[in-house]
Nanobody, 125 residues
Framework: QVQLVESGGGLVQAGGSLRLSCAAS????????MGWYRQAPGKQRELVAR???????NYAGSVKGRFTISRDNAKNTVYLQMNSLKPEDTAVYYC???????????????????WGQGTQVTVSS
């Protein structure tokens, strides 16, 4: 079964940095997109940064210039370097993976979107 394992969240003071990582494993034939979303209390989940299938990157306007997404294709791992953190960056951060592979309850080949379990990022003022 395909799994996403996230790490790197925590508590940091405003202006500090954190680095998140997300490693994908399982029967993945190709990755069509991979990145990070976040959800703050009482708000909808929103895109933070992601790679598209063509290798380009999309960033939320609120994190441009502060956050950097990178990846290690050999390890199916994506990273999010977060600098100059602000209290408004506080949220649960979720890794997302769009892929072609074998997954689902029936272990069928197809295209899927999987989510990580989420990692808490708290920025104190």
């Amino acid at each position: 079964q395909v799994q996403l394992v996230e790490s790197g969240g925590g508590l940091v003071q405003a202006g500090g940095s954190l680095r998140l990582s997300c490693a994908a494993s399982g029967r993945i034939f190709s990755i069509n997109g991979m990145g990070w979303y976040r959800q703050a209390p009482g708000k909808q989940r929103e895109l933070v940064a992601r790679f598209t299938s063509g290798g380009s990157t999309n960033y939320a306007g609120s994190v441009k210039g502060r956050f950097t997404i990178s990846r290690d294709n050999a390890k199916n791992t994506v990273y999010l370097q977060m600098n100059s953190l602000k209290p408004e960056d506080t949220a649960v951060y979720y890794c997302s993976l769009d892929f072609s592979g074998v997954a689902g309850p029936d272990l069928s080949p197809g295209e899927y979107r999987y989510w990580g379990q989420g990692t808490q990022v708290t920025v104190s003022s």
